[in-house]
C-alpha cells in the first residue's frame, strides 16, 4: 500500500500579491509573494548592503511569503514565475552626495532609498574635543532651510532616534525632546492651517538644553536617524535640510575636523 503524499493546506484567504504591497504592474503584480522570493531578496541585501534594510522590501516580502504559507496558498519551496527566470537585484549608487539604492524583482522596482551619503570615519576622528553634538545637529537642523517644515511622523522618528543615541538608552525620555516631537506630529495631523503647526524651529529650539545628554556624532548615529526618517516616510527620501541631512553633515564634518 503506497503512502499518500502530504497536501498542501488548503487556502482559506487570497494570497498576497507583489501588487498589493508594491507598486508594481504587469506580470508581477498578480504573483503571490513567495518564501523562495523573500529569501533570495535578503541574502542579496546582506550581500549588496551588509545589512537587511528594516522595513525594505526583502522585511516586507518576508512577512508577506510567511502569510502565504500559513495560509496555504504557496509552499515553502515555491519561488514566483517572475523571481525564478528573471532574478533579484540590490544595487547601490552616489548622486550628488546622496546614496541611492534601488530593489528589483525581474525589471519591477519595489523599493528605492535615497540618503544623505556618510563617509566612512577613523577612530576617534567624531569624538574630539570641538567636534558637533548630536544637540547641535539638532540645533542646526532647526534653523536651516527645513526649519519651517511642520513636524510630522518621520521628523519624530528621527528626533527621537537622535535622543536614544544621544542618551544611550533604547526608550525615548518622558517629556523630552522626543515626545515633544511626538506630540507636535500628532497635533499636526489634527490642525489644517500649516500655520498654526508645530514646526520643527518650535520643537528643537534649544535642544542642547533640552537632551539630558549628548555626544559627538558618529558615522552610526547619522546612519540610525537616517534609517528612522525614511522608515516614516512614504517617499523614502530624506528631508532636505531635515534632522536626518544635519546629522549626516555633522558626521562628515566631525570625521574630517
Same mark, same amino acid.
Not at 544637540?135 to 537642523?141: K, R, T, V
Not at 540610525?224 to 517617499?235: F, H, S, T, Y
Given at each position: 500500500?503506497?503512502?499518500?503524499?502530504? =497536501?498542501?493546506?488548503?487556502?482559506?484567504?487570497?494570497?498576497?500579491?507583489?501588487?498589493?504591497?508594491?507598486?508594481?504592474?504587469?506580470? #508581477? $503584480?498578480?504573483?503571490?509573494?513567495?518564501?523562495?522570493?523573500?529569501?533570495?531578496?535578503? &541574502? @542579496?541585501?546582506?550581500?549588496?548592503?551588509?545589512?537587511?534594510?528594516? !522595513? !525594505?522590501?526583502?522585511? +516586507?516580502?518576508?512577512?508577506? %511569503? @510567511?502569510?502565504?504559507?500559513?495560509?496555504?496558498?504557496?509552499?515553502?519551496?515555491?519561488?514566483?514565475?517572475?523571481?525564478? =527566470?528573471?532574478?533579484?537585484?540590490?544595487?547601490?549608487?552616489?548622486?550628488?552626495?546622496?546614496?541611492?539604492?534601488?530593489?528589483?524583482?525581474? *525589471?519591477?522596482?519595489?523599493?528605492?532609498? +535615497?540618503?544623505?551619503?556618510?563617509?566612512?570615519?577613523?577612530?576617534?576622528?567624531? #569624538?574630539? *574635543?570641538?567636534?558637533?553634538?548630536?544637540?547641535?545637529?539638532?540645533?542646526?537642523? !532647526?534653523?536651516?532651510? %527645513?526649519?519651517?517644515?511642520? +513636524?510630522?511622523?518621520?521628523? &519624530? %522618528?528621527?528626533?527621537?532616534?537622535?535622543?536614544? *543615541?544621544?542618551?544611550?538608552?533604547? =526608550?525615548?525620555?518622558? !517629556?523630552? #525632546?522626543?515626545?515633544?516631537?511626538?506630540?507636535?506630529? @500628532?497635533?499636526?495631523?489634527?490642525?489644517?492651517?500649516?500655520?498654526?503647526?508645530?514646526?520643527?524651529?518650535?520643537?528643537?529650539?534649544?535642544? *542642547?538644553?533640552?537632551?539630558? %545628554?549628548?555626544?559627538?556624532? @558618529?558615522?552610526?548615529? $547619522?546612519?540610525?536617524?537616517?534609517?528612522?526618517?525614511?522608515?516614516?516616510? #512614504?517617499?523614502?527620501?530624506?528631508?532636505?535640510?531635515?534632522?536626518?541631512?544635519?546629522?549626516?553633515?555633522?558626521?562628515?564634518?566631525?570625521?574630517?575636523?
Amino acid at each position: 500500500m503506497s503512502q499518500e503524499q502530504p =497536501e498542501r493546506p488548503q487556502a482559506k484567504n487570497d494570497p498576497i500579491k507583489y501588487g498589493d504591497v508594491f507598486d508594481v504592474s504587469g506580470e #508581477l $503584480a498578480s504573483q503571490p509573494i513567495a518564501p523562495k522570493d523573500a529569501a533570495l531578496m535578503q &541574502a @542579496t541585501e546582506n550581500q549588496t548592503l551588509g545589512q537587511t534594510q528594516k !522595513g !525594505g522590501p526583502a522585511s +516586507v516580502m518576508q512577512s508577506a %511569503a @510567511t502569510i502565504n504559507v500559513r495560509q496555504g496558498n504557496v509552499g515553502r519551496g515555491d519561488f514566483s514565475d517572475v523571481a525564478k =527566470e528573471h532574478g533579484l537585484s540590490v544595487s547601490e549608487t552616489k548622486v550628488d552626495g546622496h546614496r541611492v539604492i534601488t530593489e528589483s524583482v525581474g *525589471r519591477h522596482v519595489v523599493g528605492q532609498f +535615497v540618503e544623505p551619503e556618510v563617509p566612512m570615519e577613523t577612530p576617534g576622528t567624531a #569624538l574630539e *574635543r570641538d567636534a558637533i553634538t548630536i544637540g547641535e545637529a539638532l540645533e542646526a537642523s !532647526g534653523v536651516a532651510g %527645513a526649519g519651517d517644515k511642520p +513636524v510630522d511622523e518621520s521628523d &519624530a %522618528a528621527a528626533i527621537q532616534a537622535a535622543e536614544m *543615541r544621544a542618551t544611550g538608552k533604547n =526608550e525615548t525620555e518622558a !517629556g523630552g #525632546l522626543g515626545a515633544r516631537a511626538q506630540s507636535a506630529a @500628532t497635533r499636526n495631523t489634527r490642525t489644517v492651517p500649516d500655520s498654526q503647526k508645530t514646526t520643527l524651529s518650535d520643537v528643537l529650539a534649544d535642544a *542642547r538644553e533640552k537632551l539630558p %545628554a549628548d555626544k559627538a556624532v @558618529t558615522r552610526e548615529d $547619522a546612519e540610525g536617524v537616517i534609517g528612522a526618517e525614511l522608515r516614516n516616510k #512614504l517617499d523614502m527620501r530624506t528631508t532636505p535640510g531635515g534632522v536626518a541631512a544635519s546629522m549626516a553633515v555633522a558626521a562628515t564634518i566631525n570625521q574630517n575636523s
